[in-house]
């Protein structure tokens, strides 16, 4: 069973950046879709970025685009997530996920079978 291991969140101002990686603990180059989901206290989980792994087409939620950048190293089998400007909003605990079930576009969970554990990023204002 490959493995999902976040890292990287932590406690940042506002305005500040963070690098998220996630490591697989085996090749997904076979893999679909991956992605970065995201759940502030009391919300529903939210699909922040996707990857189409095969074409490299990627889709933002609204409220990230052009502050945040998703890119895969194949070599070190690991998914980034680079978080620029961030905002107090962004706060939550962010998810990697790997998967084929679906549409990587659609940002939905049910696409995804393989989670990682979860890295926590706090933005404060």
């Known amino acids: 069973q490959v493995q999902l291991v976040e890292s990287g969140g932590g406690s940042v101002q506002a305005g500040g950046s963070l690098r998220l990686s996630c490591a697989a603990s085996?090749?997904?180059?076979?893999?679909?879709?991956m992605a970065w989901f995201r759940q502030a206290p009391g919300k529903e989980l939210e699909g922040v970025v996707s990857?189409?792994?095969?074409?490299?087409?990627?889709t933002y939620v609204d409220s990230v685009r052009g502050r945040f950048t998703i890119w895969r190293d194949n070599a070190a089998n690991t998914l980034y997530l680079q978080m620029n400007s961030l905002k107090p909003e962004d706060t939550g605990m962010y998810y990697c996920?790997?998967?084929?079930?679906?549409?990587?576009?659609?940002?939905?969970?049910?696409?995804?079978?393989?989670w990682g554990q979860g890295t926590q990023v706090t933005v404060s204002s």
């Open positions: 996920a790997a998967g084929g079930g679906g549409p990587c576009w659609s940002g939905r969970a049910y696409v995804y079978n393989l």
């Open positions: 085996a090749t997904l180059l076979s893999t679909n879709c």
């Open positions: 990857m189409n792994t095969y074409s490299g087409g990627t």
